[in-house]
């Protein structure tokens, strides 16, 4: 299924009733009509909540883009026949590589000051001018050479986009915020975050 989109949603009810065929049988002799009941679970800041709500045809399960906002479980109602369970985000205790809390955190998964917003947006930019040159020049006209630290690629975006403070300074803080967001937000296209050679 696509939330975005909306493909694949209406076809999510008659999976789950087939994928279950077995056990709704079962029930059925046994005289027991109850509903379905389906957990939806997942790391946080994925559309949980945007699913069931999609799939329900309302806003029954509170959506936001950023972690943290279904904060308890909730049962949510599609039909006399299915129930969809609404549940928390979950990650796992500790991250055993940095680089994988990192990449968690780039997509909105970790919780906001956790990690520095700056010191993220740092690395994001390095990930996407490594792989991604050309999104960068299009959205931010940040052209530099191959190696340009972090840091510098997001003074060049502020620069570029006229995020000055008092003194001429550079607000990297304002162009963090922006980069991270109109990450998250898919503005800035599609991406993988890791590539095969980096799953060996």
């Not at 975005?4 to 008659?14: N, Q, R, V, Y």
């Not at 998964?109 to 690395?123: C, M, N, S």
Request: charged content about 30%; overall charge positive; aromatic content about 6%.
């Amino acid at each position: 299924t696509d939330c975005k989109s909306k493909k694949g949603i209406s076809g999510f009810t008659p999976a789950a009733r087939l994928a279950c065929a077995e056990k709704l049988e079962r029930d059925a002799k046994r005289g027991m009509n109850r509903p379905l009941r389906v957990m939806v679970v997942g790391i946080p800041n994925v559309g949980k909540s945007t699913l069931i709500n999609q799939i329900s045809g309302r806003k029954s399960a509170k959506a936001e883009n950023r972690p943290g906002v279904t904060r308890g479980k909730q049962w949510v109602t599609v039909d006399s026949g299915l129930q969809l369970l609404d549940t928390p985000g979950i990650l796992w205790p500790k991250f055993e590589d940095p680089e994988v809390g990192m990449m968690l955190a780039y997509t909105g998964a970790v919780k906001e000051g956790v990690i520095d917003l700056e010191e993220l947006a740092y690395r994001l930019m390095e990930l996407l001018h490594k792989f991604y040159p050309q999104t960068l020049l299009e959205r931010y006209k940040v052209e530099a050479p191959e190696g340009t630290p972090g840091w510098q690629l997001l003074e060049l975006a502020a620069r570029k986009r006229g995020y000055l403070i008092s003194g001429g300074e550079v607000n990297t803080e304002r162009m963090a915020k922006v980069l991270l967001d109109e990450f998250r937000s898919g503005k800035l296209g599609n991406f993988t975050l890791e590539m095969p050679e980096d799953m060996v």
